[in-house]
């Protein structure tokens, strides 16, 4: 990965507090991340510049611009994100923002900060972070462990489909992954306001990342602040894969998933019980 | 595990406070009944169709909304009564708090747990539940519960009263009330509470209600004596 291809040139000090993936507590107005020290007094000057109008002069997610957009923006000061290496609960790493940032989150306002300086970025982090008191006493989470993933077969995917039943996944995001179970009419978020989803049919970017890895997180992790929760008490690490791979059959991707998938269940439909309520329960 | 790693936190973080007086059983109690006056909302019948094992369990009697329960004579239930300035008693150790997520309600509605008491969260019911407590001060998490799970084990550090709901089913909500505190009572179907072991001392005891929000009265404790404290909150239909 590229982090750890740069941490073989970096100073040792900030190699050590990279691989540890977060900041020590007290140092707050710092971020380190992506070979670079990020500094709060100057991620002001950008934020103010290119963040305040959603995101608020007070990190509130109350800019000016927040009430024309939906989904609304961050509010920092609940020091809660959706995309995280981190367990449920636990404060993300400076990565985990910076990813955020330079990514931004598809189908919404917040568009990939790329055009931005990674220093410019970085200060960014070390900025957003002193908008919620938690961020002076706790440090960030243990990185969920993620294995090596393995080989993809056709039992992998169908133990994933075994887990998607179990699960009780198909609850919010339907028997066929089309965001329209029986409870997707009704989520809310922690601001109590509506939320969807995701459809796996539209076969959009998820908002936390493009790779099986990214989607392995996602479930591990929960996205904090939304409906989706962590599944890391209740999936094994390596079964997780196995709803990866069962996961990326619910998309319209040109994915060696779906491919084998395809082959699979041209001959062995019949063998298939639904998904849905009242099955193999 | 996470329990474990919020311990160390706490620990780290906040820091051990000086070991609380244990309160001796004489002392004054603070006792009374809350009741409302005026019109209360109608609780309304919960529609569990999109959970038919939950239907079923409830076909008979259906499950009424718990936002305002009312009792006989006017009494208010899921009312918490604490003491939120004087002596604050003790902590609670290792005495563990339990929340049952049953036939797609969580039993009690309303549980106190004192900072970084056990809490143990159960899934009682053949199917899944998440459990997504709203915290603001403490930190918000969402953990998904499968039939058969063992029990969640968790603390929670900071006093906050803390609503929590299942987005699976969007009709489950209860609280989490963490006091810091070890003199409160949760008051029934009858509105009563009674507050004992208080040690001489002024005290501020406040009343509060989900709906209704808190209020307060200050009492004073001289000795063993009895001192009546109720409260009567304004309902209106919404």
Redesign the interface.
């Given at each position: 990965m590229r982090l750890h291809a740069r941490g073989v040139a970096l100073v040792s000090s900030l190699g050590v507090l990279l691989a540890a993936g977060g900041t020590t507590?007290g140092s707050a107005q710092e971020s380190h991340v992506d070979g670079v020290t990020g500094h709060a007094a100057a991620g002001k000057k950008v934020y103010r510049r290119y963040c305040m109008l959603c995101h608020g002069p007070d990190g509130d997610g109350a800019g000016e611009n927040a009430m024309w957009i939906d989904p609304k923006p961050r509010d920092f000061t609940?020091?809660?994100f959706k995309c995280r290496s981190t367990?449920?609960?636990?404060l993300p790493t400076d990565e985990d923002l910076l990813n955020a940032m330079s990514r931004g989150f598809v189908t919404t306002n917040m568009p990939p900060w790329l055009p931005l300086s990674r220093q410019n970025r970085a200060d960014v982090v070390a900025y957003i972070k002193t908008f919620s008191p938690?961020w002076k006493?706790?440090?960030a989470?243990?990185p969920v462990p993620v294995p090596p993933e393995p080989a993809l077969t056709i039992q992998s995917i169908l133990h994933g489909r075994d887990l998607y039943q179990?699960?009780?996944c198909w609850?919010?995001h339907g028997s066929k992954g089309h965001g329209d179970g029986?409870?997707a009419a009704?989520?809310?978020d922690?601001k109590d306001l509506p939320i969807r989803p995701y459809d796996f049919s539209s076969g959009s970017r998820f908002k936390c990342g493009i790779t099986n890895r990214d989607l392995y997180k996602i479930f591990m992790t929960?996205?904090?602040?939304?409906?989706?929760?962590?599944?890391?008490?209740?999936i094994k690490p390596e079964e997780g894969w196995d709803l990866v791979h069962f996961l990326r059959t619910l998309q319209p991707l040109d994915t060696p998933e779906l491919a084998l998938w395809r082959g699979w269940f041209a001959s062995h439909a019949g063998e298939l019980k639904p998904i849905g309520?009242?099955t193999g329960? | 595990m996470r329990t474990q790693y919020i311990a160390v936190l706490a620990v780290a973080a906040l820091g051990t406070s000086a070991a609380s007086v244990r309160v001796a059983p004489a002392g004054g109690t603070v006792s009374g009944k809350v009741t409302y006056t005026g019109t209360p909302p109608k609780m309304k019948p919960i529609d569990m169709a999109k959970e038919p094992n939950c239907a079923k369990e409830h076909a008979a009697a259906p499950v009424l909304t718990e936002t305002v329960v009312t009792g006989p004579g006017n009494s208010l239930r899921w009312v918490v009564v604490y003491v939120s300035a004087g002596d604050q008693g003790s902590t609670p150790g290792t005495a563990t708090v339990r929340l049952d997520q049953k036939s797609c309600q969580y039993i009690p509605h309303v549980l106190v747990v004192q900072p970084n008491q056990p809490l143990d969260i159960y899934n009682d019911d053949p199917h899944s539940h998440n459990i997504h407590p709203l915290a603001k001060v403490n930190s918000e998490w969402n953990r998904s519960q499968p039939a058969g799970a063992p029990p969640i084990h968790t603390t929670w550090e900071q006093p906050e009263f803390i609503p929590v709901k299942c987005n699976v089913h969007p009709w489950m909500h209860g609280w989490h009330m963490v006091l810091a505190t070890s003199h409160y009572a949760v008051t029934g179907e009858d509105g009563a509470f009674s507050l004992q072991g208080l040690p001489p001392g002024k005290y501020t005891v406040t009343a509060w209600q989900e709906q209704f929000g808190t209020q307060s009265q200050d009492v004073t404790i001289t000795g063993n004596e009895t001192k009546a404290v109720n409260f009567v909150f304004k309902a209106t239909p919404y």
């Amino acid at each position: 990965m590229r982090l750890h291809a740069r941490g073989v040139a970096l100073v040792s000090s900030l190699g050590v507090l990279l691989a540890a993936g977060g900041t020590t507590v007290g140092s707050a107005q710092e971020s380190h991340v992506d070979g670079v020290t990020g500094h709060a007094a100057a991620g002001k000057k950008v934020y103010r510049r290119y963040c305040m109008l959603c995101h608020g002069p007070d990190g509130d997610g109350a800019g000016e611009n927040a009430m024309w957009i939906d989904p609304k923006p961050r509010d920092f000061t609940l020091a809660v994100f959706k995309c995280r290496s981190t367990p449920t609960g636990t404060l993300p790493t400076d990565e985990d923002l910076l990813n955020a940032m330079s990514r931004g989150f598809v189908t919404t306002n917040m568009p990939p900060w790329l055009p931005l300086s990674r220093q410019n970025r970085a200060d960014v982090v070390a900025y957003i972070k002193t908008f919620s008191p938690k961020w002076k006493t706790k440090t960030a989470g243990t990185p969920v462990p993620v294995p090596p993933e393995p080989a993809l077969t056709i039992q992998s995917i169908l133990h994933g489909r075994d887990l998607y039943q179990k699960m009780e996944c198909w609850k919010c995001h339907g028997s066929k992954g089309h965001g329209d179970g029986p409870s997707a009419a009704t989520l809310t978020d922690n601001k109590d306001l509506p939320i969807r989803p995701y459809d796996f049919s539209s076969g959009s970017r998820f908002k936390c990342g493009i790779t099986n890895r990214d989607l392995y997180k996602i479930f591990m992790t929960g996205l904090d602040g939304t409906p989706m929760p962590s599944f890391a008490d209740d999936i094994k690490p390596e079964e997780g894969w196995d709803l990866v791979h069962f996961l990326r059959t619910l998309q319209p991707l040109d994915t060696p998933e779906l491919a084998l998938w395809r082959g699979w269940f041209a001959s062995h439909a019949g063998e298939l019980k639904p998904i849905g309520p009242g099955t193999g329960q | 595990m996470r329990t474990q790693y919020i311990a160390v936190l706490a620990v780290a973080a906040l820091g051990t406070s000086a070991a609380s007086v244990r309160v001796a059983p004489a002392g004054g109690t603070v006792s009374g009944k809350v009741t409302y006056t005026g019109t209360p909302p109608k609780m309304k019948p919960i529609d569990m169709a999109k959970e038919p094992n939950c239907a079923k369990e409830h076909a008979a009697a259906p499950v009424l909304t718990e936002t305002v329960v009312t009792g006989p004579g006017n009494s208010l239930r899921w009312v918490v009564v604490y003491v939120s300035a004087g002596d604050q008693g003790s902590t609670p150790g290792t005495a563990t708090v339990r929340l049952d997520q049953k036939s797609c309600q969580y039993i009690p509605h309303v549980l106190v747990v004192q900072p970084n008491q056990p809490l143990d969260i159960y899934n009682d019911d053949p199917h899944s539940h998440n459990i997504h407590p709203l915290a603001k001060v403490n930190s918000e998490w969402n953990r998904s519960q499968p039939a058969g799970a063992p029990p969640i084990h968790t603390t929670w550090e900071q006093p906050e009263f803390i609503p929590v709901k299942c987005n699976v089913h969007p009709w489950m909500h209860g609280w989490h009330m963490v006091l810091a505190t070890s003199h409160y009572a949760v008051t029934g179907e009858d509105g009563a509470f009674s507050l004992q072991g208080l040690p001489p001392g002024k005290y501020t005891v406040t009343a509060w209600q989900e709906q209704f929000g808190t209020q307060s009265q200050d009492v004073t404790i001289t000795g063993n004596e009895t001192k009546a404290v109720n409260f009567v909150f304004k309902a209106t239909p919404y």
